[in-house]
């Protein structure tokens, strides 16, 4: 029968596989077309970093209106503390650094310029990851990288934030110690160094909630075995923060320490409200002293058989005689061997006539 024109022809099931697996084109993808796609993503993402960096090279020295340039946003903290606790090298009393090598401004200005083309670029290469790993994942798996993802970025983004906030009090506190004796003249290598060192370090501190979470919801860590260790942990947070802080300014390692122990605090109740969603008790061996042994769980018996437990109560009775085995070591009449007969007489003389 003729079909009227405009009406639609049924889809077959092959037309609707062949839709199915064009959904998800790397399905069927071979080796070599992965690693092609991986070298086509690669470009892509170095292709953004370095017109990132091409930005920010440029955005260093010059001022978009409205926005600083970002030189001056980076000297920020620097020029906060009081002039006279800097060293006055321009007759407009202008804050600024000072350079002792012939190319250290270019290159300075190349360095900052490279990572705000990183910080740029960032949405084009981390969609160019997740665009590669994420049609091997689980739709389950893809909402919760999803959502550590972005607590991860922002976490970063605060890192950053407070350790650009606290550098101007370290600064003030630890260059008016001298100021009778000397003044402070810092060169752009190094305070830049010393700047984003210290907001990258801010930045990755500030994930270690976030990894604590990811081991309690893998189920590694659970909040009951962490409940009572709270002094150490914090006292542990401390010391890391008196270590990592650039520069070991009491001011950063203290509100760095600080931070964090906050930080891991919500990371402890965030365990405390999945295990109880999860309905995951105290295990009975943390509660037993270091010199006790546990007892063994009912469910948990190991060396139950059919037969019962181990050390189960009841009587002994006797086995009766197997008579199985014992019929297998008695022969019967049918499995007894004849007896052998002897041969009878050779009579030699009567054989001997025959032969001749």
Known sequence: MNQPRGSQRPRTKKRLRKRKVNENPQADMSLVEHLQELRTRVIIALFAIAIGTVIGFIWYQVSIPGIPSLGDILRGPYCRISPELRADLTRDGECRLIATAPFEMFMLRLK??????????????????????????????????????????????????????????????????????????????????????????????????????????????????????????????????????????????????????????????????????????????????????????????????PSGAVGASGDIRSSGPIEALSSLYEPSETTRPAPIQQPAPIDQRSNFDDVI
């Open 112 to 305: 900052v310029g490279a990572l705000a083309g990183i910080v740029f670029s960032s949405p084009v290469w981390l969609w160019q990851i997740w665009a590669f790993v994420a049609p091997g994942m689980m739709k389950n798996e893809r909402r919760v990288s999803v959502a550590f993802i972005s607590v991860a970025v922002l976490l970063f983004v605060l890192g950053a934030l407070i350790a650009y906030w606290v550098i101007a009090f370290g600064l003030e506190l630890f260059l008016g110690l001298g100021r009778d004796v000397q003044i402070t003249a810092l060169s752009g290598a190094l305070y830049f160094k010393f700047l984003l060192t210290s907001l990258i370090i801010f930045g990755i501190s500030f994930e270690v909630p976030l990894f604590v979470v990811a081991l309690n919801m893998f189920g590694l860590l659970h909040y009951e075995a962490v409940k009572g260790k709270r002094r150490f942990v914090i006292m542990t947070l401390f010391v890391i923060a008196a270590v990592i802080t650039p520069g070991q300014d009491i001011v950063g390692m203290t509100v760095l320490g600080g931070s964090l122990s906050l930080l891991v605090e919500m990371a402890f109740q965030f365990m405390r409200w999945n295990d109880k969603r999860r309905k995951i008790e105290r295990p009975a061996w943390l509660d037993v002293d270091d010199e006790q042994a546990s007892a063994l769980e009912p469910d948990h018996d190991v060396f139950s058989g």
